[in-house]
């Protein structure tokens, strides 16, 4: 049980307030005027607060749909957070650096991003991805945030968009309630086992995340497989191609809507601060990486090995589906 929950007076009464406050038991709720006052004071510890847990009801005012970094990925886009911070706790996450606080904060005016997005889709005739995993999992809490429920339908009207649910989750009971779209991506970041075992705490095995690939699959959903982030330090070039090998032949080729590659990097600013959280983190502190162009970033010794990898890729998948990331 949460220790609190924290909610924005004006949306107290909203029926997904209503909601979220039958689903996550606390001792306490606590009105507050604005989530920032909490959620982005300084000097609070990221580690101490993912072990101890608070949650915080909003509604997000501004900044609704913001460009996707050219750092993280290398297709033009847009993404929006109904969620900051995940259940999941990789030790690689650039949330520990980013964020102040580990409080989960869900936003419920889900109307106002859609308005956002459709002013940002109606400017163009061209294909406009929409990314929704970039400061939580998409799926791992949908049963409390009924993103899905929403924001699916809510795509299958808009011609010229993509939306990417981007996770590591294996629910599909949600989802399968759902009439899927072709302009809806579940997008699964993939590892090895043996990677999965050390670094990304808390989300289920890989063999849980295939199966429900192949049942969503089955169900009609759009795949995408994301090989993201690359770590070779853990886990060796010959886990990654069995990796490729399983994932990419578990599901007929035409589910694949699209395969990416990323390799493993922080912004110099992130790296600092999460190794300041978590002196303990044996990830981060790898000699293999290190500071380059304001990045932290893997030296020549992984990248070309990352190389070989993305090539062997290619030769498993038709090329107009592959996005890479630099
Ligand atoms: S699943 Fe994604 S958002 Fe969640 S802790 Fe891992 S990297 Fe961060």
């Given at each position: 049980?949460?220790?609190?929950?924290?909610?924005?007076?004006?949306?107290?009464?909203?029926?997904?307030?209503?909601?979220?406050?039958?689903?996550?038991?606390?001792?306490?709720?606590?009105?507050?005027?604005?989530?920032?006052?909490?959620?982005?004071?300084?000097?609070?510890?990221?580690?101490?607060?993912?072990?101890?847990?608070?949650?915080?009801?909003?509604?997000?005012?501004?900044?609704?749909?913001?460009?996707?970094?050219?750092?993280?990925?290398?297709?033009?886009?847009?993404?929006?957070?109904?969620?900051?911070?995940?259940?999941?706790?990789?030790?690689?996450?650039?949330?520990?650096?980013?964020?102040?606080?580990?409080?989960?904060?869900?936003?419920?005016?889900?109307?106002?991003?859609?308005?956002?997005?459709?002013?940002?889709?109606?400017?163009?005739?061209?294909?406009?991805?929409?990314?929704?995993g970039y400061d939580c999992d998409s799926l791992a809490s949908e049963k409390i945030t009924g993103f899905?429920?929403?924001?699916?339908?809510?795509?299958?009207?808009?011609?010229?968009?993509?939306l990417e649910i981007r996770t590591k989750s294996s629910r599909t009971t949600e989802l399968l309630k759902?009439?899927?779209?072709?302009?809806?991506?579940?997008?699964?970041?993939?590892?090895?086992?043996?990677?999965?075992?050390?670094?990304?705490?808390?989300?289920?095995?890989?063999?849980?995340?295939?199966?429900?690939?192949?049942?969503?699959?089955?169900?009609?959903?759009?795949?995408?497989?994301?090989?993201?982030?690359?770590?070779?330090?853990?886990?060796?070039?010959?886990?990654?191609?069995?990796?490729?090998?399983?994932?990419?032949?578990?599901?007929?080729?035409?589910?694949?809507?699209?395969?990416?590659?990323?390799?493993?990097?922080?912004?110099?600013?992130?790296?600092?601060?999460?190794?300041?959280?978590?002196?303990?983190?044996?990830?981060?502190?790898?000699?293999?990486?290190?500071?380059?162009?304001?990045?932290?970033?893997?030296?020549?010794?992984?990248?070309?090995?990352?190389?070989?990898?993305?090539?062997?890729?290619?030769?498993?998948?038709?090329?107009?589906?592959?996005?890479?990331?630099?």
């Amino acid at each position: 049980m949460a220790k609190t929950i924290f909610v924005e007076n004006n949306i107290f009464e909203h029926s997904r307030t209503r909601k979220l406050l039958n689903i996550i038991k606390a001792r306490n709720i606590i009105k507050i005027n604005h989530y920032g006052e909490l959620f982005n004071r300084n000097r609070q510890n990221f580690r101490i607060q993912k072990d101890s847990l608070n949650y915080i009801i909003a509604a997000k005012k501004n900044n609704l749909v913001m460009p996707v970094p050219r750092s993280t990925t290398s297709v033009d886009g847009y993404y929006f957070s109904h969620m900051y911070n995940c259940i999941y706790d990789c030790d690689y996450c650039f949330l520990q650096g980013h964020f102040n606080s580990a409080y989960h904060v869900y936003f419920i005016n889900y109307e106002d991003f859609g308005e956002a997005i459709l002013n940002k889709s109606i400017k163009t005739k061209t294909k406009l991805w929409f990314f929704s995993g970039y400061d939580c999992d998409s799926l791992a809490s949908e049963k409390i945030t009924g993103f899905a429920e929403y924001f699916v339908p809510f795509f299958s009207k808009l011609k010229n968009c993509i939306l990417e649910i981007r996770t590591k989750s294996s629910r599909t009971t949600e989802l399968l309630k759902i009439k899927p779209n072709p302009n809806v991506v579940c997008a699964f970041s993939l590892n090895p086992q043996n990677l999965i075992n050390v670094f990304e705490k808390g989300t289920p095995s890989l063999s849980r995340r295939i199966k429900s690939i192949k049942t969503l699959s089955e169900n009609g959903w759009k795949i995408g497989l994301r090989f993201d982030p690359l770590i070779l330090t853990k886990a060796r070039k010959e886990d990654y191609l069995e990796l490729f090998d399983l994932a990419v032949n578990c599901i007929p080729k035409s589910s694949i809507h699209s395969v990416s590659l990323g390799t493993l990097r922080l912004s110099e600013s992130h790296h600092k601060k999460m190794i300041k959280n978590d002196r303990q983190n044996r990830l981060l502190l790898d000699n293999r990486y290190g500071y380059e162009k304001k990045m932290w970033q893997p030296h020549s010794e992984i990248r070309n090995i990352e190389v070989h990898l993305r090539e062997h890729l290619k030769k498993l998948i038709p090329q107009s589906s592959i996005f890479l990331s630099e």
